[in-house]
C-alpha cells in the first residue's frame, strides 16, 4: 500500500500546483437560501470541474468519468465530494443545473455563481470562459426553439483539493481514468 | 482506450440480424460491390440539456479517399460536425463545415473529446436515433444509434 502511495506521489509531480496553496474561497448561495461554502468541506477530498449544460461532449465526458471514478474508489468515495461550477449562468438555471447533474450522479453538487462572484472566482482558479457564436448566416434558417446555440471555449480539467483545503493538483480532462484514480485515492489515503 | 464496462460493449456489440432486416444497431455496411466504406460501433449520448454527441467509427477499405460531408436526424433539429481542440488547458469546439476526410484504406475515429457530430434540440427516444451520415463518394447511409446512458464511460 505505501509503495502504491510513493509511486502516486512520484507521478503525481506532473499534475501538482505549485507552490501548493490554499483552495481560493469558493461560496454560492441557493435558492433555497442556504450557502454553500468550500470551507465546510474539510476533511474531505474536493474535485472541481467547470463546465456547462449545452456542451455535448467535454463536460458529459467528464461528468461520466468522475462517475466511473466514485465508484471505482468504493467505500473512499464516502470522502469524495465532486462539485460541477457552470461558467454559462445566463442559460443555467440552478434547476437545470441540477437536474443535468443528477443525470451522472445524485451525490454530486453542482453551483451557480454570477457576474462578480463568477468572475472573481474563475480569476482564482485561473480558469477561462468565452462564448463562441456560430456564424449567425448558417443558422438563418434554422428555427431554434429559444436559444441562439452558442457554446463556451472553457478550461477543462480537474481542480482536486485535499483533506486540508490545500488546490494540490490539476489534472487535465483527457486524463485516463486509471491515472485520475490514483492520484485522488493517493490524497484520499493522507491523513489530516 | 481502456476501461470500457460490459454494460458498455453490450451496446456496441452490433447485432447480426436475419436476413430482410436492413438496418443494424449502429452499423451499417454499405453494399457495394467487396471493398466499402463502413460504420462501425455508432452510440450517442444525450443529456438532458437535449443535446448530444454521436461517436462512431468510419472504416474505408476501398482504394479511394472518401469524406463525411454532413449528417441529419429526424431526432434534431440539427447535426454539426464539431471537433474539441485542447489548447493548453482551454478546450474549444471547432466546427468542420468541410467535412471529416477518410483516406483510402484507413478510417475516422470519433470519440469524446475529439471528432464527434453535436446534436441541437434531440428529442432522445428509447429506441435510439436515426442519422443519415452523408459521405462524399459513397453517398448517403442511414443508420439507427443506440442512446447510452449518461453517466456511461464512452471511451
Known amino acids: ?192 | 482506450m481502456g476501461g470500457r464496462g460490459a454494460r458498455t460493449l453490450g451496446v456496441m456489440l452490433l447485432v447480426g440480424l436475419p436476413g430482410g432486416c436492413r438496418t443494424r444497431e449502429g452499423a451499417e455496411p454499405l453494399r457495394t460491390s467487396g471493398a466499402s466504406v463502413r460504420v462501425e460501433r455508432a452510440r450517442a449520448r444525450l443529456t438532458p440539456a437535449q443535446v448530444g454527441a454521436v461517436y462512431l467509427s468510419v472504416v474505408n477499405a476501398t482504394e479511394s479517399a472518401d469524406r463525411l460531408l454532413s449528417a441529419e436526424s429526424s431526432s434534431a433539429t440539427k447535426v454539426e460536425l464539431h471537433e474539441v481542440v485542447a489548447r493548453e488547458d482551454v478546450l474549444s469546439m471547432v466546427m468542420h463545415p468541410e467535412g471529416f476526410p477518410i483516406p483510402a484504406g484507413g478510417r475516422v475515429e470519433l470519440v469524446p473529446g475529439g471528432k464527434h457530430l453535436m446534436l441541437y434540440n434531440v428529442r432522445a427516444s428509447a429506441d435510439g436515433i436515426d442519422l443519415l451520415l452523408r459521405f462524399e463518394k459513397t453517398g448517403a447511409v442511414r443508420l439507427n444509434v443506440p442512446v447510452v446512458a449518461a453517466d456511461e464511460d464512452m471511451r
Not at chain 1, 76 to 91: A, G, H, K, Y
Not at chain 1, 135 to 140: A, F, G, K, L, P
Request: with cysteine; aromatic share 8%; proline share 5%.
Open chain 1, 1 to 192: 500500500m505505501l509503495a502504491v502511495l510513493l509511486t502516486g506521489c512520484w507521478r503525481d509531480k506532473d499534475f501538482a500546483v505549485e507552490p501548493a496553496q490554499e483552495a481560493p474561497a469558493l461560496e454560492a448561495t441557493r435558492s433555497s437560501g442556504t450557502t454553500f461554502r468550500l470551507s465546510a468541506l474539510r476533511g474531505k477530498v474536493v474535485i472541481l470541474s467547470f463546465g456547462y449544460t449545452a456542451c455535448p461532449d467535454v463536460c458529459p465526458t467528464t461528468l461520466s468519468r468522475l462517475n466511473n471514478l466514485q465508484r471505482r474508489l468504493g467505500m473512499l468515495s464516502q470522502d469524495l465530494e465532486v462539485v460541477f461550477i457552470t461558467v454559462d449562468p445566463e442559460r443555467d438555471t440552478e434547476r437545470r443545473l441540477n437536474d443535468y447533474v443528477n443525470v451522472f450522479n445524485r451525490r454530486f453538487t453542482a453551483l451557480r455563481l454570477e457576474d462578480e462572484a463568477l468572475t472573481k472566482l474563475l480569476t482564482a482558479y485561473r480558469v477561462t470562459a468565452t462564448r463562441r457564436y456560430p456564424d449567425s448566416e448558417r443558422y438563418s434558417n434554422h428555427a431554434f426553439t429559444g436559444e441562439m446555440p452558442y457554446t463556451v471555449d472553457h478550461t477543462g480539467g480537474y481542480f482536486v483539493i485535499d483533506r486540508g483545503g490545500t488546490l494540490r493538483l490539476r489534472i487535465p480532462y483527457d486524463t485516463p481514468l486509471e491515472r485520475l484514480q490514483e492520484s485522488v485515492e493517493g490524497l484520499l489515503q493522507e491523513e489530516l
